[in-house]
């Protein structure tokens, strides 16, 4: 036990912090307690990261403190709630204090970039693991969901994808190029889209997080929608940077490589026409929801595949 | 992701009974959401379990399952929450059948004994961790916690202890006793005191559930509130398959064995007469806090200690 409680030694500054606002009771006690807004629902989204398979083995520990939060709030961003508190349940095979150093100091600029409290956790002995729960909130009744698209509906991203995908490619480079340098940044430091998913709410039908690519959770919208997209893939906004690197291939990562955490979300046009133009112009229409089930991508010819691909292969 | 599909099949029934009363949306989306009532408080606890560290490599599934939430909810006791839902964070090293079907078994038996639905959660692959997050409400401002313990308060506890303790002697029986098979029902199936918790809402001045062992954990109620206290041995209460099976190593067991989930509470003497009979019937008195800092056992001969025995050896 002394080794764990050296581990929160390190979290302690964090914890600190936590008495605030709707988090009435942090870390210490049997559980944690918040208090929900009159008006307002709780959402809530639980990640597990794993050395290995969801960041590369002795992946930096202070990109993996704000990437591991990042990644988790992303999915408040896509609810449109504003962040209010987080568990960290931590598996760790030992005590290493510069990896705790390293990893509590992301976190930590994370916790404040994000304006979210650690509220409790747990530490294990265990192979690499970090499972986060945030927690945030949405007025009552009004959380973005998947479920809402209808057709006739603008598809939109915000912002462009791909980067995070192609920086794979760099991770192991000693002396990066600039435009390898700006992938790997947006790799390592994802910026949740918490402002403008809580400036869609009550405007946008749908609203998702990209973090397994763009094609791949569209689907989850029209799935959950029971609707059909075309997208024009002249339109998906790609960074000079990926273009630079990637040339043909970039179009093929934007679509299906995941990591960028931007959203992708539905709109009817008036309202998009009736969005504060500070918000519209964050926005890229990419295509447009369809009756027809089915995800089509047209103008993808680079890519290999006829116009008119399917992603899923349906026929309907 | 196949293979992760099918896992989520297992867990479909918890999830179906998701979306009642509090939980507005269950698992499928980016986040769920939970509407806290008015007037009361939204508590939560997360909890990892490790194979090898916190179960036996090997453990039945279905025991695990119902294991796994009982040891979560066991703090939404302690905090006298009522349960809602739960999140469940799974790593498997491969999607055994016969595994998933006890392991969800088990975890649906514990869901509709508990009353708390399954919200969301995340399944990767790695070594066998378990990470349960709980979430409860109590009325606001009311949440049992650590930290209210007075000098003169009696010190209660809900049940016998050390039969989930005793019973690690007997997980690789083939042919357990009946003494043996009571103990092991105690480690199998902990039964959190969410009715007591709730009972003592307004009532008890502190509470804690003991994961730990009563001398650790009420040490934490101690800490919490700058106290002390004394025991008295002969009131610890003792199974009577414990006392066969162990003798005068029971009272040890009792002591500082963990896993059986009953609450350790403080309660002015009033405030304990004035309980409805029901309640207090189930409470057993085993102490008294003290002005004098430190943790105190009278009548601990048979362990070998002195009369006075400090459980950390502290003078003041």
Same mark, same amino acid.
């Given at each position: 036990?002394?080794?764990?409680?050296?581990?929160?030694?390190?979290?302690?500054?964090?914890?600190?912090?936590?008495?605030?606002?709707?988090?009435?009771?942090?870390?210490?006690?049997?559980?944690?307690?918040?208090?929900?807004?009159?008006?307002?629902?709780?959402?809530?989204?639980?990640?597990?990261?794993?050395?290995?398979?969801?960041?590369?083995?002795?992946?930096?520990?202070?990109?993996?403190?704000?990437?591991?939060?990042?990644?988790?709030?992303?999915?408040?961003?896509?609810?449109?709630?504003?962040?209010?508190?987080?568990?960290?349940?931590?598996?760790?095979?030992?005590?290493?204090?510069?990896?705790?150093?390293?990893?509590?100091?992301?976190?930590?600029?994370?916790?404040? &970039?994000?304006?979210? !409290? =650690?509220?409790? *956790? $747990?530490?294990?002995?265990?192979? %690499? @693991? /970090?499972?986060?729960?945030?927690?945030?909130?949405?007025?009552?009744?009004?959380?973005?969901?998947?479920?809402?698209?209808?057709?006739?509906?603008?598809?939109?991203?915000?912002?462009?994808?791909?980067?995070?995908?192609?920086?794979?490619?760099?991770?192991?480079?000693?002396?990066?190029?600039?435009?390898?340098?700006?992938?790997?940044?947006?790799?390592?430091?994802?910026?949740?889209?918490?402002?403008?998913?809580?400036?869609?709410?009550?405007?946008?039908?749908?609203?998702?997080?990209?973090?397994?690519?763009?094609?791949?959770?569209?689907?989850?919208?029209?799935?959950?929608?029971?609707?059909?997209?075309?997208?024009?893939?002249?339109?998906?906004?790609?960074?000079?940077?990926?273009?630079?690197?990637?040339?043909?291939? &970039?179009?093929?990562? !934007? =679509?299906?490589? *995941? $990591?960028?955490?931007?959203?992708? %979300? @539905? /709109?009817?046009?008036?309202?998009?026409?009736?969005?504060?133009?500070?918000?519209?112009?964050?926005?890229?229409?990419?295509?447009?929801?369809?009756?027809?089930?089915?995800?089509?991508?047209?103008?993808?010819?680079?890519?290999?595949?006829?116009?008119?691909?399917?992603?899923?292969?349906?026929?309907?």
């Amino acid at each position: 036990m002394g080794e764990f409680e050296l581990i929160r030694q390190y979290f302690q500054p964090l914890a600190d912090k936590a008495r605030q606002g709707q988090l009435i009771l942090g870390p210490g006690d049997d559980c944690a307690i918040q208090r929900v807004p009159a008006g307002r629902d709780l959402v809530f989204s639980v990640d597990t990261l794993v050395e290995g398979v969801h960041f590369p083995p002795n992946y930096s520990p202070e990109y993996l403190g704000w990437r591991s939060l990042a990644v988790a709030v992303s999915d408040l961003a896509a609810m449109g709630a504003d962040p209010v508190c987080f568990t960290l349940a931590l598996s760790l095979p030992s005590a290493e204090p510069e990896w705790l150093a390293g990893y509590s100091r992301g976190l930590a600029q994370a916790s404040d &970039a994000f304006g979210i !409290a =650690l509220a409790g *956790g $747990d530490t294990t002995r265990g192979p %690499l @693991t /970090i499972t986060l729960q945030v927690h945030g909130t949405v007025p009552q009744g009004l959380a973005l969901q998947r479920s809402g698209a209808r057709a006739g509906d603008l598809v939109c991203v915000t912002g462009p994808l791909g980067d995070a995908g192609a920086a794979l490619d760099y991770l192991g480079c000693a002396m990066p190029t600039d435009e390898q340098q700006a992938v790997l940044y947006r790799y390592h430091y994802p910026e949740p889209r918490l402002q403008l998913g809580s400036a869609l709410i009550g405007k946008a039908s749908a609203a998702i997080d990209i973090s397994d690519g763009l094609l791949a959770d569209l689907q989850h919208i029209l799935d959950a929608s029971g609707v059909g997209a075309e997208l024009d893939a002249d339109k998906i906004p790609l960074s000079d940077a990926l273009v630079a690197l990637k040339g043909d291939e &970039a179009l093929s990562l !934007a =679509l299906s490589a *995941g $990591d960028d955490y931007q959203l992708c %979300l @539905t /709109i009817a046009d008036d309202k998009l026409a009736g969005l504060d133009s500070s918000v519209r112009h964050q926005l890229t229409v990419i295509g447009h929801i369809q009756t027809k089930l089915g995800l089509r991508v047209a103008n993808a010819e680079t890519l290999g595949f006829r116009q008119g691909f399917d992603h899923f292969g349906r026929s309907d």
